[in-house]
Every structure is written in structure tokens, then in C-alpha cells.
């Protein structure tokens, strides 16, 4: 190929007649879209039929790495999912690390397209040259950690696997892929695989990645890398105590949801921080050439018996502990080890939760109704019991499985009010009441309400990127966009989110794919490339029915004062016609031909 990093090759594998093929990857789309994020928009764009059923023949799975993959560049081992969502409805595409990605570049491949629907359990195995859609008869109905050791045991302790749990088999509409401890969350990647009866993919490489800058050259170029993230002061507090510390801070500021989003301020937050983990942690983990190792071993007392899992993060914590009103930390921390077991996104799980939570007090679900199930806030001891039946869909799980939009509005009774999702995607951990800039990010991402598409709370709350009135109207949109279109380079490398807040630039992200693959990219590059993303995302989703009534927060957020003492409310309206206009975007959020043809993109 022209460029390095790419290895050139797409494996396809058409489930439903068992045929496996390799598609090349054209050198233009990739000047255009890099990879990851950008080529899975793409490629997904042209290979989903409009109108898809996101459980049909029309539907694609595909599993996509990015050019620094396999490379020095650090946090670089990552590797994205990407989908026609069963919970949103839209484009989604999940991101996950550990080694899986590098495996699959040393064998020779950038990613896997799957189509089709196989007439019993398989998995795809992936090694080397040797490629092989085998039984899974013997895997269906166990959990990705029991899977994982399963296939290890069977091929060998080197060999990555992703799989899905109970959860993806049964078509829960937020169900995940798993790896190791890491996890493709958010909007039923997992799902899909199950409905393809898809259980898992194993893979192994033994070849290398070329950068183009090699030698000493190369490695010198890569350490100043590896250098500018070390020496981060905020490198130790990601690897001590995860994105958990941003727990007591944001709670500080009346920033922190809890109760389904009815406040923004948990009073009782020090018993669910950080500093009552801390002790808990055994040792720190690492993905594959990462200078943070921001994973942690957590070992601790449950019931008189030690309970070993991973650490839990700020966005679990918010979904599981203070939207739901809990406090019991080894119980959250136990409902979050179950949901990577049988396969759920824990922002879902915990929001639908939460919404059966309200309704419950509000007297819309009954007793009856929950199984018996006394779902009022701060009760921990129903959170097992729900995980387990969400993921069997029995139940009361049977509804909480398709997410808080599809479970309201089959309930009715007014309970649509209290769920708390932007296009079907349930609202993450930060309250849109108390940073203005996020309520826009995650009113207007094409994937629904997603924090990581724009994190402006780093130039909000943490003055890493800027130092922004979080409560300010002005400059919001510009900050948003800008945000948004950096975002994709970052989704396209792949890189680690958390090197926004670790001094890596958008002049840095650009000299991380000039390193690896020749190109000469400069800023403006990055935001142009940014922006052809964004805009070609939000055409697939115009495809499918989208359109700028989509563009809103759950009322709550504009109607009911946060917890500050202004008690403020977000009115996103006031954004989005500047956000439009910036975005080549007419009135009513549809981009311009001139637009579209700016940005060369083919529809």
C-alpha cells in the first residue's frame, strides 16, 4: 500500500452461507476517513441498506482497527464496532482495548465485515492466515468470562477473544461485546452478534505493523509520545483511581446525577468514591503500549466472602450507585461485574433501572409488575436480581431490556417523561443542567447521548482545553463543533479518549497519523476530516428517519432546576441554530449540497 500502518485487508464473512472472503481497502477513503470511526461511517453507510431492521439480513457487523494499531503510538490498541443500533435505531460504532487489536493487525487484517445469520452458534477464528468460522454450540448460554477461558483453554492461553454473554444471545437491545475486562458498550453492538448467532471471535497474530517514520527516527518520535503522557500530572490520578475522581468534584458543583437525573447533587457521594476504593486495589493493568495503565484489580468484602472483579468507573458509578440512589459500593460494584459477564452496557442498565425506580415511587409500575421487586431508590439488593433478568429478558427484564425510550413508550402512563435518553441512547454521568456545552454535545451526536463525542467538560469544569463559563450560551456551539470533529481523529487512530486530558494535542493527533502512515496532516486536516465524519453520520441517520425533533434533552433538563443554588435549567434551542449554521447544516439540521460536496462526500 501507499500508506504504512494500514495492513491493506478486510476479512468478510458472510454468516448465513459460511463463505469468508478479503476485500482491499481503497488508499482514497482512507485519505478521507483514516480509519476506526471514519472508514466504519463509510463503509457502513454503503453496506447497510437504508431502512435497515437492525436485526435482518440488511444489517452489518463490522470489527475495524485504526492505522497506529500494533504501532508505538501510545494507547493505540484499540479497535471499534460498528452497527445500525437495535436500541437507537442509528449509526453506532463502540470502541474497546486491551490486545484484541493488535492481534488482529499482527495477523495481517484491519478489520472483519460480517453479514448474514448463521443457522447455529459459530465463532470466527482468526489466526494468522488460517481463518475459520467454527461450532459454538458448547459456548451458547455462557457468559464472556466463561467463553473467553473456554476458547483459551481450547486454543491457547496467547489468543484474544471478544464475546458476547447471556445478554447479546438474548437480543438485549444495549448487550456488549467483551474482552478481557474491556468492553464495545453503549447501543446493542452485542446484540447484533447474538442475532447473527455470532457468539465470539478469537484471534492471534504473530506479524508486525510498518510506520512510516522507522528506526531511530521512529522511536525517538514515538517516545516524546509516550513522554508528554507520563509526565502529565494527570496520568497518575487516571492510573490511582480511574475517571472515578472526577466523582466528588462534579458532585461539588451540583454536576452529579442522581435519582434518574432529579437532582444534580448526591449527598451521600463519599460513601460511593474513590477514596473508599482506593484500598480496595490489588494492582494496575495495562492495554497493549499504554503509558497510564489506568485498569485496576479490585478485591473486596462481599457478604464475608472477597469478591474479585475490575475497578469500577465514573460513568457505572453514576448510572449504578447515584442515579439509583445506592450506596452499598460492593453491590454496585458487584451489579457491574455482572453486566460485563452477561453482556450489558452498564449507562443503560443503570438508567433503565432507575427509570422503573420513579415510576415504581410515582406509583406507574406496580408490585405486581417488578415481580415482587420493591424498586425504590437506594435499594442495592435489586439491582443483581434485575441485571439477571434484564439479561434472560424475563420479567420486568423483559422491558427494561429495550432501554428507557422503547420500555416507556410501551408502558406509557406517563412514564415517557421520566426516560432520560437523547435518540434512544441513555444520557450518561454528567448533568446537562450544570455544563451547557455538554447538553449540546449530547443533544446533537449522531449516536444519541454520548459524553465522549465532545468532552467539553474538559474545557467546562477541568480548564484542560480553555477556560469556559460551563452555565454560558456564547461560544458553545463553536466549542461543541470543534470538539465533536477532533473527536473523530481520535476515534479514528485509534487513541485512548483520555489523551485529551493528557497533553495530546490536535496538532499531536495529526503527527500521530503522519508517523504511522506518510500522510501530512496538519489541524486543519484533522477538523476538516472531523467534520466530513460528523456530516456523512448524520446522513445515514437522515436516512433512517432522523431529523432535528431528534436534536433535544429529555424536557426535564429545560423544565426542573438542578440542585446549584441558581437551580439552573439548559434550553439547548438557543444553540442549535448556531450549531447548524457552523455545521453547513440548514434549518432544520440537514447538511447542505454545498456542503456535502465540500466535504466530498458521495451519497
Given at each position: 500500500?501507499?500508506?504504512?500502518?494500514?495492513?491493506?485487508?478486510?476479512?468478510?464473512?458472510?454468516?448465513?452461507?459460511?463463505?469468508?472472503?478479503?476485500?482491499?481497502?481503497d488508499?482514497?477513503?482512507?485519505?478521507?476517513?483514516?480509519?476506526?470511526?471514519?472508514?466504519?461511517?463509510r463503509?457502513?453507510?454503503?453496506?447497510?441498506?437504508?431502512?435497515?431492521?437492525?436485526?435482518?439480513?440488511?444489517?452489518?457487523?463490522?470489527?475495524?482497527?485504526?492505522?497506529?494499531?500494533?504501532?508505538?503510538?501510545?494507547?493505540?490498541?484499540?479497535?471499534?464496532?460498528?452497527?445500525?443500533?437495535?436500541?437507537?435505531?442509528?449509526?453506532?460504532?463502540?470502541?474497546?482495548?486491551?490486545?484484541?487489536?493488535?492481534?488482529?493487525?499482527?495477523?495481517?487484517?484491519?478489520?472483519?465485515?460480517?453479514?448474514?445469520?448463521?443457522?447455529?452458534?459459530?465463532?470466527?477464528?482468526?489466526?494468522?492466515?488460517?481463518?475459520?468460522?467454527?461450532?459454538?454450540?458448547?459456548?451458547?448460554?455462557?457468559?464472556t468470562?466463561?467463553?473467553?477461558?473456554?476458547?483459551?483453554?481450547?486454543?491457547?492461553?496467547?489468543?484474544?477473544i471478544?464475546?458476547?454473554?447471556?445478554?447479546?444471545?438474548?437480543?438485549?437491545?444495549?448487550?456488549?461485546?467483551?474482552?478481557?475486562?474491556?468492553?464495545?458498550?453503549?447501543?446493542?453492538?452485542?446484540?447484533?452478534?447474538?442475532?447473527?448467532?455470532?457468539?465470539?471471535?478469537?484471534?492471534?497474530?504473530?506479524?508486525?505493523?510498518?510506520?512510516?517514520?522507522?528506526?531511530?527516527?521512529?522511536?525517538?518520535?514515538?517516545?516524546?509520545?509516550?513522554?508528554?503522557?507520563?509526565?502529565?500530572?494527570?496520568?497518575?490520578?487516571?492510573?490511582?483511581?480511574?475517571?472515578?475522581?472526577?466523582?466528588?468534584?462534579?458532585?461539588?458543583?451540583?454536576?452529579?446525577?442522581?435519582?434518574?437525573f432529579?437532582?444534580t447533587?448526591?449527598?451521600?457521594?463519599?460513601?460511593?468514591?474513590?477514596?473508599?476504593?482506593?484500598?480496595?486495589?490489588?494492582?494496575?493493568?495495562?492495554?497493549?503500549?499504554?503509558?497510564?495503565?489506568?485498569?485496576?484489580?479490585?478485591?473486596?468484602?462481599?457478604d464475608?466472602?472477597?469478591?474479585?472483579?475490575?475497578?469500577?468507573?465514573?460513568?457505572?458509578?453514576?448510572?449504578?450507585?447515584?442515579?439509583?440512589?445506592?450506596?452499598?459500593l460492593?453491590?454496585?460494584?458487584?451489579?457491574?461485574?455482572?453486566?460485563?459477564?452477561?453482556?450489558?452496557d452498564?449507562?443503560?442498565?443503570?438508567?433503565?433501572?432507575?427509570?422503573?425506580?420513579?415510576?415504581?415511587?410515582?406509583?406507574?409500575?406496580?408490585?405486581?409488575?417488578?415481580?415482587?421487586?420493591?424498586?425504590?431508590?437506594?435499594?442495592?439488593?435489586?439491582?443483581?436480581?434485575?441485571?439477571?433478568?434484564?439479561?434472560?429478558?424475563?420479567?420486568?427484564?423483559?422491558?427494561?431490556?429495550?432501554?428507557?425510550?422503547?420500555?416507556?413508550?410501551?408502558?406509557?402512563?406517563g412514564?415517557?417523561?421520566?426516560?432520560?435518553?437523547?435518540?434512544?441512547?441513555?444520557?450518561?454521568?454528567?448533568?446537562?443542567?450544570?455544563?451547557?456545552?455538554?447538553?449540546?454535545?449530547?443533544?446533537?451526536?449522531?449516536?444519541?447521548?454520548?459524553?465522549?463525542?465532545a468532552?467539553?467538560?474538559?474545557a467546562?469544569?477541568?480548564?484542560?482545553l480553555?477556560?469556559?463559563?460551563?452555565?454560558?450560551?456564547?461560544?458553545?456551539?463553536?466549542?461543541?463543533?470543534?470538539?465533536?470533529?477532533?473527536?473523530?481523529?481520535?476515534?479514528?487512530?485509534?487513541?485512548?479518549?483520555?489523551t485529551?486530558?493528557?497533553?495530546?494535542?490536535?496538532?499531536?493527533?495529526?503527527?500521530?497519523?503522519?508517523?504511522?502512515?506518510?500522510?501530512?496532516?496538519?489541524?486543519?486536516?484533522?477538523?476538516?476530516?472531523?467534520?466530513?465524519?460528523?456530516?456523512?453520520?448524520?446522513?445515514?441517520?437522515?436516512?433512517?428517519?432522523?431529523?432535528?425533533?431528534?436534536?433535544r434533552?429529555?424536557?426535564?433538563?429545560?423544565?426542573?432546576?438542578?440542585?446549584?443554588?441558581?437551580?439552573?435549567?439548559?434550553?439547548?434551542?438557543?444553540?442549535?441554530?448556531?450549531?447548524?449554521?457552523?455545521?453547513?447544516?440548514?434549518?432544520?439540521?440537514?447538511?447542505?449540497?454545498?456542503?456535502?460536496?465540500?466535504?466530498?462526500?458521495?451519497?
Amino acid at each position: 500500500m501507499k500508506y504504512k500502518g494500514y495492513k491493506g485487508q478486510l476479512i468478510t464473512v458472510d454468516l448465513s452461507s459460511g463463505a469468508i472472503g478479503k476485500r482491499d481497502l481503497d488508499e482514497k477513503i482512507l485519505e478521507k476517513y483514516i480509519g476506526g470511526r471514519g472508514l466504519a461511517a463509510r463503509i457502513l453507510y454503503d453496506e447497510i441498506k437504508a431502512n435497515a431492521d437492525p436485526f435482518s439480513l440488511d444489517n452489518r457487523l463490522l470489527f475495524i482497527t485504526g492505522p497506529a494499531a500494533g504501532t508505538l503510538i501510545p494507547t493505540s490498541s484499540r479497535y471499534a464496532v460498528g452497527t445500525k443500533s437495535p436500541l437507537t435505531g442509528a449509526l453506532s460504532v463502540g470502541y474497546s482495548g486491551g490486545h484484541w487489536a493488535t492481534n488482529l493487525k499482527y495477523a495481517g487484517y484491519d478489520g472483519v465485515l460480517f453479514s448474514g445469520q448463521s443457522s447455529k452458534p459459530v465463532y470466527l477464528l482468526v489466526d494468522d492466515d488460517r481463518i475459520e468460522l467454527l461450532d459454538a454450540g458448547h459456548l451458547w448460554g455462557k457468559n464472556t468470562d466463561q467463553a473467553e477461558e473456554t476458547l483459551k483453554q481450547e486454543l491457547g492461553s496467547d489468543f484474544e477473544i471478544a464475546s458476547i454473554g447471556l445478554a447479546g444471545e438474548n437480543a438485549v437491545s444495549y448487550a456488549t461485546i467483551c474482552n478481557e475486562q474491556h468492553v464495545v458498550g453503549r447501543a446493542g453492538q452485542g446484540a447484533v452478534m447474538g442475532w447473527m448467532n455470532l457468539k465470539a471471535f478469537a484471534v492471534r497474530g504473530s506479524g508486525s505493523v510498518e510506520m512510516a517514520v522507522t528506526g531511530e527516527s521512529g522511536i525517538k518520535e514515538a517516545f516524546s509520545l509516550h513522554k508528554t503522557i507520563r509526565e502529565n500530572p494527570i496520568r497518575g490520578g487516571f492510573r490511582d483511581v480511574g475517571t472515578t475522581g472526577m466523582l466528588e468534584p462534579v458532585n461539588s458543583i451540583s454536576g452529579q446525577p442522581c435519582f434518574n437525573f432529579q437532582k444534580t447533587f448526591f449527598p451521600d457521594v463519599a460513601k460511593v468514591s474513590s477514596e473508599v476504593m482506593r484500598p480496595w486495589f490489588q494492582r494496575f493493568e495495562s492495554c497493549s503500549g499504554c503509558p497510564v495503565a489506568c485498569a485496576s484489580i479490585t478485591k473486596f468484602d462481599l457478604d464475608g466472602e472477597d469478591y474479585v472483579t475490575e475497578r469500577i468507573e465514573h460513568q457505572s458509578v453514576g448510572a449504578l450507585a447515584t442515579n439509583c440512589g445506592v450506596t452499598d459500593l460492593p453491590r454496585v460494584f458487584e451489579a457491574h461485574d455482572l453486566c460485563d459477564k452477561y453482556g450489558i452496557d452498564t449507562i443503560s442498565a443503570g438508567l433503565s433501572i432507575a427509570w422503573a425506580m420513579e415510576c415504581f415511587e410515582k406509583g406507574i409500575l406496580s408490585l405486581n409488575e417488578t415481580d415482587g421487586l420493591e424498586l425504590k431508590f437506594g435499594n442495592a439488593a435489586v439491582l443483581k436480581p434485575l441485571i439477571e433478568k434484564i439479561s434472560r429478558q424475563e420479567g420486568i427484564g423483559k422491558l427494561l431490556a429495550k432501554g428507557v425510550k422503547a420500555a416507556s413508550e410501551e408502558l406509557g402512563r406517563g412514564s415517557e417523561k421520566y426516560a432520560m435518553h437523547v435518540k434512544g441512547l441513555e444520557v450518561p454521568g454528567y448533568d446537562p443542567r450544570a455544563f451547557f456545552g455538554m447538553a449540546l454535545n449530547l443533544a446533537t451526536t449522531a449516536r444519541g447521548a454520548d459524553h465522549n463525542k465532545a468532552f467539553t467538560i474538559a474545557a467546562e469544569f477541568l480548564g484542560v482545553l480553555g477556560d469556559y463559563d460551563r452555565f454560558a450560551y456564547d461560544g458553545k456551539p463553536e466549542l461543541v463543533k470543534r470538539m465533536q470533529d477532533s473527536t473523530v481523529i481520535i476515534d479514528s487512530i485509534i487513541m485512548c479518549m483520555f489523551t485529551v486530558d493528557l497533553g495530546i494535542s490536535v496538532e499531536l493527533y495529526a503527527k500521530c497519523i503522519n508517523l504511522v502512515t506518510g500522510m501530512d496532516l496538519g489541524s486543519d486536516d484533522v477538523y476538516s476530516i472531523g467534520d466530513r465524519v460528523n456530516t456523512l453520520e448524520r446522513m445515514f441517520n437522515i436516512r433512517e428517519g432522523f431529523n432535528s425533533s431528534h436534536d433535544r434533552l429529555p424536557d426535564r433538563f429545560s423544565t426542573e432546576p438542578g440542585s446549584d443554588p441558581d437551580g439552573h435549567t439548559v434550553d439547548i434551542f438557543k444553540m442549535l441554530p448556531e450549531y447548524y449554521s457552523l455545521r453547513g447544516w440548514d434549518k432544520e439540521g440537514v447538511p447542505t449540497p454545498g456542503h456535502l460536496q465540500k466535504m466530498g462526500i458521495e451519497i
